[in-house]
């Protein structure tokens, strides 16, 4: 029942979310961050912690000097 009121109320923002093909699964990736900060520990900048998280929750494709890309 209450998840169906919910659900009612929240149909424009539901119908909107899908068509746009978001999602707030980069948001919800609190596990990842925490892990991320951990590597960091000892970073004395937190611009260069906070360029660590946005990286780890890329989907970039990172070349690293002298190794292959494996697709």
């Known amino acids: 029942m209450h998840l169906a009121k919910k ?3 929240h149909r424009g923002a539901i ?6 093909g ?3 699964a980069r948001v919800e990736a609190n ?3 925490e892990l991320t900060v ?3 520990y000892g970073f004395r900048n937190i ?10 929750c890329s989907n ?5 000097p ?3 890309q494996t697709a």
């Not at 611009?47 to 780890?56: F, G, I, N, T, W």
């Open 7 to 9: 659900a009612r109320r």
């Open 15 to 20: 119908v909107r979310s899908v068509e746009l």
């Open 22 to 24: 978001v999602s707030n």
């Open 31 to 33: 596990n990842k961050i």
């Open 38 to 40: 951990r590597m960091g």
């Open 47 to 56: 611009d260069s912690l906070m360029a660590l998280v946005m990286l780890r």
């Open 60 to 64: 970039l494709p990172i070349k690293l």
């Open 66 to 68: 002298g190794r292959t």
